[in-house]
């Protein structure tokens, strides 16, 4: 088997596969560290949840669908801890470090799964009406905002622009297209029509949208 250098799904715009060819593909081992395994599962389970959330207060079957992505990408993740827990166990001590990695990894494929049982309401139609109204009553919401040629923001990052700083808004994901980058990092550019997934308060969203939109220079 050759060695693939093992990359993450976060912070770069992709074209993420269909989540159903994804599960079905057979799964290879790709030799990595664990601190990069643990970190992405990390991160992951912190964006999935938000994203479940996203899809069902939007309605959205297209954030549920990345949702069912980052599920399988997970389950993959913790395959990979897996064996790499076995190749290193040498010893009893070595079994016992390895076993609280793995504890880890399970409780973070457990929030995965959450999240997937969250998106699959968007079929219950009764649930699917409820669920909004009740998120909408949070102290933090999550809102979708989309970019216009005439704002500021176009073509500077996010670090530039202190968008969480400024706002208290933050910017959990971007649909680019057909394309998504999920958890952007400060130097990912804003582009014209991007539809950005925030999370943050009424107060921090009404000043944000109003400076993707154009209406204000810079945010204060």
């Known amino acids: ?31 990595t560290t664990v601190k990069e395994l643990l970190t992405e599962m990390k991160d992951i389970s912190e964006l999935i949840i938000d994203l479940a959330y996203s899809a069902v207060l939007f309605d959205n079957q297209e954030i549920a669908e990345e949702v069912k992505y980052l599920e ?17 166990a040498r010893t009893k001590e070595d079994a016992e470090q390895l076993a609280g990695i793995l504890q880890v ?11 997937g049982d969250i998106v699959k309401l968007l079929s219950k139609s009764k649930t699917g009406q409820v669920l909004p109204k009740i998120l909408k009553q949070a102290e933090e919401q999550l809102f979708r905002i989309k970019v216009s040629s005439s704002s500021n923001a176009c073509t500077k990052t996010i670090g530039e622009l202190r968008v969480e700083t ?9 649909r680019r297209g057909e394309c998504w980058i999920y958890n952007p990092q400060s130097d990912t550019k804003i582009i014209a029509d991007d539809w950005l997934i925030t999370r943050g308060t009424d107060e921090g969203f ?15």
């Open 166 to 174: 400024e706002t208290g808004m933050r910017i959990i994901a971007i």
């Open 105 to 115: 990894a399970e409780a973070a494929e457990s929030i995965s799964n959450t999240a």
């Open 1 to 31: 088997m050759k060695n693939k250098k093992h990359r993450g799904i976060l912070g770069r715009l992709q074209r993420t596969p269909k989540w159903e060819k994804e599960e079905f593909t057979e799964i290879e081992y790709e030799p």
């Open 206 to 220: 009404k000043e944000l949208s109003k400076f993707l939109h154009g209406k204000l220079e810079v945010l204060e």
């Open 72 to 88: 399988v990408r997970m389950d993959k993740l913790n395959y990979d801890i897996r064996i790499m827990a076995m190749l290193a």
